[in-house]
């Protein structure tokens, strides 16, 4: 039965997109550079029906709008500013995911807002070329030339021009390693990543923003893909992380700032937001649940918090960093408690479809 | 206000409210006319100031740009997804695409080839998007997918009935005076409320009336309803043989936020101040950058002026 999440019925692949064969467990493309950290026997990327049934069914009922619970979160959050409306001319705090982020950083691992941003790296132009392709896929169907379809999507985008001169600039055995990197994720995403039926309104780069406390503060999210009709009774919208490097803790707190974003902004929050991972085909998925939406309107109210200290000189000296990223960023393991996710998540990574068996590593062991 | 698609439908749609008079009309033209010959007083004779939705907001949220240089223009996505997006919903409220996603494609496609054999242009950036790569392609018609989805999720179209237009030409009216300032108003929808022999023809309220869609990017800002009654205000002026909206609903889609105004002669006296106050800001502009000469539009970077029009929404930060 088609959930009402739908409008209209599910029509996908039966099968992954593309060819299956020559892509057996395990394989890794030729990549000697990989290296696989640990196998778990009989584990494989989800692909097709398989992989948007994980993405639609998360054993858990879809949230319903709750004005209550948003009201305590948007005040929660926005607490301390005042609640009348801004001035047209003065301008808010916006707070994303990158500057949550930061805010957070313990002073080992704090980046200040203004600084020059992070050296291109091959990894990073990878995760670029990879979202201009996925976006692609989603949109179109296909990718042909995945290097040279990439590199016309991002020079259409002129905020990325400085990547795209340094990618231009790259010794021939560094383009040599990207493009066998970026062909490589591009085979796996025609392979695995579902047809999605235009009745689901899939859209990506999709903009979400939550103006709180009369404009003074701007939640700011953008997300890679979003289904589904926007929320009104029931929760109805899907959204879905491209990411092309290795899981990192980092990564379900973005994920749970896009759930809270989509909260505020909506009636009803999306019910699902997910981590896609294209090297390996892992999909992380957490169901949208109040006890979620509410660890990340802590960690969001930290994050203001700490980005109004620091704007004033009043960050204590004695400033504790449960959430600082940099520090949370050790393999994954069972014994590492989760600040972010409450016990009702653990779900999603006690399911057998989506648990951590296996992380190829990229060259230079840094996620994109 | 609430989220139901049905419900927003219905109040787009509802009988609406007494007209605006044509004595009221009169009246905020006048001031109007009043007003920006007075801010323009001290402006050279010539150039043309144009004022359209973008510019009123930033005039208002970053007075600091007004009247600055524009870039040169070139083609990106940004520009194109409007027009395409627009063709897309205009597609699948005639029921022949299920979905933006699906119609944007095609709808590019046939463009192209009818500019090839012809010369037409439908959407002036033809010979643009046939120069691009697949993988620029696939950028514009993502850009344009994701513009036009919530546009289409927004109403149950077939509400609207016939009178419905998706796009068309923008309004615009020409202040009279010895500088020309220019008007412009662009909306997303217009709908036909209250045809004749309609409810209203039976109370003689407001027969012939209408109601805007406006499309922004970011959030609602506090001033949003004299920002709507804006493009009342300039469909107003334009054609005087036809009544004044009755109302305008702006769809924010980033922030999940629709606002609707029924207009009436006080929102309108409002926005004709907002014109007043961004006209001045240019002509001040203009007056310390002399360098700038020749037509200055306000609208900036918001696409006003490109054929597509495309409205840019301010960059992610």
Redesign the interface.
């Given at each position: 039965m088609t959930p009402a999440v739908h409008t209209g019925p599910m029509i996908t692949t039966g099968a992954p997109r593309g060819e299956q064969q020559g892509r057996g467990r395990g394989s890794r493309g030729s990549d000697d550079t990989a290296r696989a950290v640990s196998v778990s026997a009989g584990w494989q990327p989800l692909a097709g029906a398989a992989l948007l049934d994980r993405l639609r069914h998360t054993g858990r009922a879809r949230p319903t709008a709750d004005p209550a619970l948003a009201a305590d979160l948007r005040s929660f959050v926005a607490a301390g500013f005042d609640d009348t409306p801004a001035g047209a001319v003065a301008s808010g705090l916006v707070v994303t995911k990158d500057r949550l982020t930061r805010a957070l950083a313990c002073p080992s691992h704090r980046v200040a807002d203004g600084s020059p941003a992070r050296p291109f790296t091959v990894p990073l132009a990878c995760g670029a070329l990879v979202d201009v392709l996925f976006r692609q896929l989603v949109t179109v169907g296909t990718v042909g030339d995945a290097m040279v379809d990439a590199l016309d999507g991002l020079a259409l985008d002129e905020h990325q021009a400085p990547l795209v001169a340094w990618i231009g600039q790259l010794a021939h055995a560094e383009r040599s390693e990207l493009r066998a990197e970026v062909e490589r994720q591009s085979d796996g995403l025609r392979r695995r990543w579902p047809a999605l039926d235009p009745s689901w309104l899939p859209r990506t780069r999709e903009t979400l923003r939550a103006s709180l406390a009369g404009g003074r503060v701007e939640l700011v999210a953008r997300v890679d893909l979003a289904l589904g009709r926007p929320a009104e009774d029931e929760a109805t919208v899907a959204i879905v992380e491209v990411t092309s490097g290795s899981r990192r803790p980092g990564h379900r707190d973005d994920l749970h700032v896009d759930a809270l974003v989509g909260a505020l902004r909506s009636s009803a929050p999306p019910f699902v937001v997910a981590t896609y991972y294209v090297r390996t085909g892992e999909l992380d998925v957490d169901p949208v649940t109040p006890d979620l939406l509410v660890s990340a309107a802590r960690r969001c109210r930290a994050g203001i918090d700490a980005m109004v200290s620091a704007d004033a000189g009043t960050r204590p000296a004695a400033f504790d960093h449960p959430y600082c990223a940099g520090c949370a960023e050790l393999p994954l393991r069972a014994d590492r408690p989760d600040r972010s996710a409450p016990s009702a998540t653990v779900s999603s990574v006690s399911d057998p479809r989506t648990a951590v068996t296996e992380v190829v590593l990229f060259p230079q062991e840094r996620a994109a | 206000m609430s989220?139901?698609?049905g419900t927003r439908t219905d109040a787009l749609l509802a009988v609406p409210p007494r007209p605006v008079g044509d004595d009221a009309r009169a009246r905020v033209r006048d001031r109007l006319v009043d007003g920006v010959a007075g801010a323009v007083a001290g402006l050279p004779p010539g150039g043309l100031v144009e004022v359209a939705l973008p510019s009123l907001r930033r005039a208002?949220?970053r007075?600091e740009s007004v009247g600055l240089a524009e870039p040169d223009f070139a083609w990106?996505?940004v520009f194109a997804r409007r027009s395409l997006g627009l063709a897309a919903v205009r597609a699948c409220v005639e029921g022949r695409?299920?979905?933006?996603?699906?119609?944007?494609?095609p709808l590019a496609d046939r463009a192209v080839d009818e500019w090839r054999r012809s010369g037409w242009r439908t959407f002036h950036w033809e010979p643009w998007f046939d120069g691009?790569?697949?993988?620029?392609?696939?950028?514009?018609?993502?850009?344009a997918?994701?513009w036009a989805?919530?546009l289409?999720?927004?109403f149950d179209w077939a509400e609207f009935g016939p009178g419905v237009v998706l796009g068309g030409a923008d309004d615009q009216w020409t202040c009279p005076g010895p500088r020309a300032v220019r008007l412009k108003g662009r909306c997303e929808v217009r709908v036909t409320i209250d045809p004749p022999g309609g409810p209203a023809d039976t109370t003689g309220t407001a027969v012939g009336a209408s109601a805007l869609v406006s499309v922004s990017?970011?959030?609602?800002?506090?001033?949003w309803p004299e920002e709507l009654s804006y493009l009342a205000l300039v469909a107003g002026l334009r054609s005087t043989d036809r009544p004044v909206p009755a109302r305008v609903l702006g769809l924010?889609p980033?922030?999940?936020?629709h606002r609707m105004v029924e207009v009436d002669g006080g929102l309108l006296g409002a926005a004709a101040d907002r014109v007043v106050t961004t006209v001045a800001l240019t002509a001040v502009a203009r007056s310390n950058a002399p360098d700038v000469g020749g037509t200055v539009s306000t609208a900036s970077e918001e696409g006003f002026g490109v054929e597509d029009g495309a409205a840019v929404?301010p960059?992610?930060?």
């Open positions: - | 989220h139901s698609t208002r949220s007075p990106k996505p695409f299920g979905g933006p996603a699906a119609a944007v494609g691009l790569g697949a993988g620029g392609r696939a950028a514009v018609l993502a850009e997918t994701t989805t919530p289409w999720a927004a990017g970011g959030s609602p800002g506090g001033d924010w980033e922030a999940g936020a929404e960059a992610l930060v």
